[in-house]
């Protein structure tokens, strides 16, 4: 469990960080658990560990970082039956929503819509229980990604208004306007779009530089970049989209080629194949789209949204070319397997 959850291999050595705060190893938080024995230390390891779990997102194997999340999630509600205080039983209910909306994100990664909408269900009622704005934020901002996977673009722009209305001065506020600038690209509606843009640069541009940019509940320069570059594909400003989808590669790689963030990368890849079968080179549109279905982490909703925009340009221009029949028949494979 202790390597599933602090991976050594080109990552911030997570159990070390937790004995320097705490002095205590994963094992002795759970013995100290299962005592009943919470303390101070105790619940700063748990943080610890939460956050370790969330920066871990991008790249952990979406069945294993499901497994552990929920493993934690159990142990650390399972607090809330011990006798507390009134701060800790807060701080118990906080982590508690931050290993939640972990899980849901990962259960929707997998497919498992019902599982992750009562997964974020369950993370807003712990967010107003212990009246953490942040937390609800983000549970809305799931919310509309949810609406956005799917369709409904109207969807993501209530729960976006909604996210913001309870978290107007935390990082998420950032993710909600570029949630809501996709819905109205998708709207075809360039005003609007941009309106939402430069609301999200502007509170981008307010918040401190954060601590720990691996963390999937941070927004980065880089993040919102990858929004952008989303927006300005469907938008057709293919100039624009390109720059960003080579940035967002650019900034989500290590200096060894380790890629960071596959996911964004995946749908960077695809932006640039949607430009290059526009531009028609059908050989490199493919390439690129066939490179994205291959990223070992994968969010199936998200992937399959932006190849099916590759794939209607292909199925459109080039169905009777080897290679985008190739690609189409690859896509349809996965479609069908989800």
């Known amino acids: 469990m202790t390597h599933a959850l602090f991976p050594a291999a080109g990552r911030r050595d997570g159990n070390a960080e937790i004995v320097a705060v705490s002095g205590m190893e ?35 194997p979406s ?21 507390l205080t009134l701060a ?84 998420v506020a950032i993710q909600l306007a570029a949630q809501e600038a996709k819905a109205w690209a998708r709207l075809k ?34 993040k919102f970049d990858y929004y952008a570059m989303d927006c300005y594909r469907l938008l057709g400003e293919d100039r624009i989209a390109e720059t960003l989808a080579q940035e967002v590669i650019r900034a989500s790689t290590d200096f060894d080629g380790t890629e960071r963030a596959p996911m964004r990368m995946a749908e960077a890849r695809l932006t640039l194949g949607v430009v290059a079968a526009r531009q028609g080179d059908v050989e490199q549109a493919v390439n690129y789209g066939e490179l994205a279905l291959t990223a070992e982490r994968q969010s199936l909703p998200s992937l399959l949204m932006v190849s099916r925009e590759l794939a209607a340009i292909v199925h459109r221009d080039y169905a009777d070319e080897a290679a985008g029949r190739e690609y189409l028949d690859h896509l349809n494979t996965l479609t069908r397997a989800t």
């Open 88 to 171: 800790q039983h807060k701080e118990v209910l906080t982590l508690s929503g931050w290993l939640a909306l972990l899980v849901e994100c990962v259960e929707y990664d997998m497919g498992d819509r019902p599982a992750a909408e009562s997964t974020r269900r369950a993370a807003l009622s712990l967010a107003n229980e212990s009246e953490n704005g942040e937390i609800a934020g983000w549970a809305h901002e799931m919310r509309a990604w949810f609406c956005l996977t799917t369709g409904d673009y109207r969807g993501i722009i209530a729960a976006s208004q909604a996210g913001t209305d309870v978290a107007p001065h935390h990082g």
């Open 26 to 60: 994963t094992l002795d938080i759970i013995s100290r658990l299962q005592s009943s024995d919470v303390d101070n230390s105790t619940l700063e390891a748990l943080r610890i560990t939460t956050d370790r779990l969330c920066s871990e997102y991008p790249y952990l």
């Open 63 to 83: 069945g294993q970082l499901v497994t552990e999340g929920r493993q934690w999630l159990k142990r650390v509600a399972g607090l809330q039956g011990q006798r």
């Open 189 to 222: 509606d360039r005003r609007q779009t941009e309106v939402a843009l430069d609301r999200g640069r502007k509170l981008l541009e307010g918040m401190p530089y954060p601590e720990n940019l691996d963390n999937h509940f941070v927004v980065d320069p880089a």
